[in-house]
């Protein structure tokens, strides 16, 4: 991958933002709902959610999951990722504790509420359009 590509994606996910993410049901079918993300330099994508939630079960059963992200309204879209990854949800301390901001308080009680969990998204494949081309830029890792 370029360095100017790996640059515009991190630029692109390295602030909280509103995503589409998608996963398997149980019958094989897509289900896809927002999350609120945000990947640090090495592109791993997180969020927290419950972790009695549909989406957990899932992930468990299968985790290939599509993200979908980088537009936040119709007139200021210049570019977004389509990313193809693997999740996995993780309780541990130091990562929730390292999550954790104020404004989870309204769903959890805090870092060691036992239902609060953080969603790891580890991208194998992303790809980046702006609105006018024809085809992605694609990083593979």
């Keep these: 991958m370029s360095n ?3 640059s515009k994606i991190v630029n692109i996910l390295n602030k909280p933002q509103i995503m589409s993410f998608a996963t398997m049901t ?3 079918k897509p289900w896809a709902r927002y999350v609120v ?3 640090d330099d090495d592109l791993t994508i997180r969020f927290s ?3 009695s939630s549909r989406k957990v079960t899932q ?3 299968n985790q290939e999951v599509h993200i979908l992200c980088g537009v936040s309204t119709i007139e200021t879209a210049s570019h977004y990722l389509q990313i193809q990854g693997r999740a996995d ?3 541990d301390k130091e990562e929730c504790a390292g999550f954790w901001h ?3 308080k309204a769903y959890f009680s805090g870092p060691d509420d036992p239902n609060y969990c953080i969603c790891l998204v580890k991208p194998y494949r992303i790809e980046y359009y702006t609105m006018n081309s024809q085809g992605p830029e694609v990083w593979e890792g």
Aim: proline content about 0%; cysteine-free; aromatic content about 4%.
């Design 37 to 39: 993300g945000v990947a």
């Design 59 to 61: 992930i468990k059963k």
């Design 4 to 6: 100017e590509l790996r």
């Design 102 to 104: 104020d404004d989870l």
């Design 49 to 51: 959610t419950f972790l």
């Design 89 to 91: 949800v993780t309780q």
């Design 26 to 28: 149980e019958d094989g």
